[in-house]
């Protein structure tokens, strides 16, 4: 990671070397954050964030969920990822805000924990490597599920969620694979470690339910959109795990993933062993948003402002 310049850290831009937290602060010791990623695309018509909105609501739904009481409006919050940007004058980049507990009390009752948020902003190429969009990643299926529901809200883009994560991806790699997938505890298809399934059988493009324990990711729902748009029948449904060694095709997505082809499951090869045309359908319509070939009709490109507001009186 290359460090920018400034970073936003409780309640005004300091330099990257300067935010930091207190060692004794609550989120690291009990996993109390919530945090978003958000893409900033060099378009054709200038710098763009993409989704800001959705990524925005995301963050204090989140926050809601964990009941962490930050002060500032989504109004406020988006005004804020502009001025990271914009001030780190970055022309595409990854926006990570982040809402968590800092110093105050060591109880888990956090309570009396103070609240502060701090959004930060680099350069981050693909999650998962250049192979990713064409010729596709090895995946394995991990031992570990996801959690069952009503023990912690897989919905609230968590920070203490991924530890799960850390371990389907920390096993995956000493496994020989790019990535792990992680089952839900009815033993149906949840997700990746940090990106939503998606599967082709028969032309048919299926996805696990909000139910199976996954995020409701932003890039799941543009792809699933694209695919509508597209006039391919998308199934939202419960999907066993044999289904991944029968697929035509299986991707993943996610902000950080994109779109990434998966090439081969558990050893077995997927389709031909590389990107499948409907996969690379999608790819091209989502990639197309940035280039211009993909009329943006739903307005989820944001110009970055390049000026600041001349008055913010936002909370």
Known sequence: MKPTEFIWHKGKLVPWSDATVHVLSHGLHYGSSVFEGIRVYETSGGSAFFRLDSHVRRLCDSARIHRMEHGLSRERLTEI?????????????????IIYRGFGTMSVDAGATPVEVSVAAFEWAGYLGA??????????????????????????????N???????????HRHGYVEGIALDVTGNLSEGAGENLFLVRDGVLLTPP????ILSGITRDTVVTLAQDLGLTVREQSLPRELLYLADEVFLTGTAT???????????????????PITEKLQKAF?????????????????????????????
């Open 210 to 213: 909000l139910s199976a324990a």
């Open 81 to 97: 990822c502009h001025e990271v940007v914009r001030r780190n004058q970055l022309a595409s980049a990854y926006v990570r805000p």
């Open 287 to 315: 990639l197309g948003l940035f280039s211009g070939e993909t009329r943006d009709k739903w307005g989820w490109l944001e110009p970055v402002r390049r000026e600041p507001p001349m008055i913010s009186t936002l909370p």
């Open 131 to 160: 192979d990713a969009i064409e010729k596709g990643v090895d995946v394995g299926v991990s031992s570990w599920t996801r959690a069952a529901p009503n023990t912690h809200p897989a919905m609230a883009k968590a920070g203490g």
């Open 258 to 276: 994109e779109v990434a082809a998966v090439r081969s499951v558990d050893g077995l090869t997927v389709g031909a062993g590389r990107r499948g």
């Open 162 to 172: 991924y530890l799960s994560s850390q371990l389907i991806s920390m096993e995956a």
